[in-house]
C-alpha cells in the first residue's frame, strides 16, 4: 500500500498558529517535504521546526517563485515525481505549506498531479489576511459586507477594476515588490489613503505601516512575504 500525502497549513509565521491535528502529524510524520526558494531558505520549515522529529527525513523541494511559469511548472513535476517515490515507499509524506494549503498554498499544484494516484488529506491552516486583521486588531469584514482576496500578481487595469467596489473589503496577497503596482491599483481606485501593509507577519521582522510610508521607506522589491488589507468606505 502507498502512504498519504498530507498537505499542512502551518498560518503565516507564527509556530503557535499551527492548529493540533497539523501539529500531530509534524510530530510523527517519518517523511517531511517543504518548498525552498532559490536563496535555499524555507519560511515553511522554519515555521515547523519545533514540532519535527530528530529522525524525520527531510525532502527540500526547489521551487523557483517568481520565475516564468514552464521554469515553476516544471519544478512542480520534478517535486511530485520525489513525493511520490516515497509514498510508493508506504511512507506517508507532510508537505509544510505557509498559510492554507488549498488557498493560494503551494501544495494545491502538487494535489492536481498526485491525487488520482494516492491519498491525499488536508488540514487547513490560518491564511494571511486573516492573521494579519487580527494582528492589526480591526474588523475587516463582518454582516453583508464582500471580502475579495486579490493576487498582486492580477493585470493591473483587472486589479484596478477588482477595486473599484468601495463597500469591499480587500485583501491584496504576494504584494512584495509589487507594492508601487498596487498603490497605482488603489490610487486609480480612489482607495489608496485607506490601505495598510503587514510585512513578515508572525516573524521577527513584522511591520505593520501606512502603504504610503512603505513605499517611502523601502525599495519595491524589499521584504517578500507582504500584503495589503484595505477597509470598507461607508
Not at 459586507?145 to 480587500?170: G, I, Q, V, W, Y
Request: aromatic content about 6%; proline content about 8%.
Amino acid at each position: 500500500m502507498s502512504g498519504t500525502l498530507h498537505g499542512l497549513g502551518l498560518g503565516p509565521g507564527d509556530p503557535e498558529l499551527i492548529t493540533l491535528r497539523s501539529w500531530r502529524i509534524i510530530s510523527l510524520a517519518p517523511v517531511i517535504a517543504y518548498p525552498e526558494g532559490p536563496s535555499g531558505h524555507s519560511r515553511a520549515r522554519t515555521i515547523a521546526t519545533p514540532f519535527m522529529p530528530d529522525d524525520v527525513e527531510e525532502l527540500p523541494l526547489a521551487i523557483p517563485f517568481g520565475a516564468n511559469a514552464q521554469d515553476v511548472e516544471m519544478a512542480y513535476d520534478r517535486a511530485a515525481a520525489i513525493i511520490s517515490a516515497k509514498l510508493d515507499e508506504g511512507k506517508d509524506v507532510a508537505f509544510l505549506c505557509l498559510g492554507d494549503p488549498l488557498t493560494y498554498g503551494t501544495f494545491g499544484k502538487l494535489a492536481t498531479r498526485l491525487a488520482q494516484h494516492y491519498p491525499v488529506r488536508v488540514t487547513p491552516g490560518v491564511s494571511a489576511p486573516q492573521a494579519a486583521a487580527a494582528r492589526v486588531g480591526r474588523v475587516l469584514a463582518q454582516g453583508d459586507t464582500p471580502l475579495k482576496f486579490l493576487p498582486a500578481t492580477m493585470d493591473e487595469e483587472m486589479l484596478t477594476a477588482e477595486c473599484m467596489n468601495r463597500h469591499a473589503a480587500l485583501a491584496i496577497i504576494k504584494a512584495g515588490g509589487r507594492l508601487s503596482r498596487v498603490h497605482a491599483a488603489l490610487l486609480r481606485a480612489g482607495r489608496a489613503e485607506n490601505a495598510l501593509v503587514v510585512e513578515e507577519l508572525g516573524g521577527a521582522d513584522e511591520r505593520v505601516l501606512p502603504l504610503k510610508k512603505a513605499l517611502t521607506e523601502s525599495d519595491d522589491a524589499a521584504r517578500y512575504f507582504s500584503l495589503v488589507l484595505v477597509w470598507p468606505q461607508p
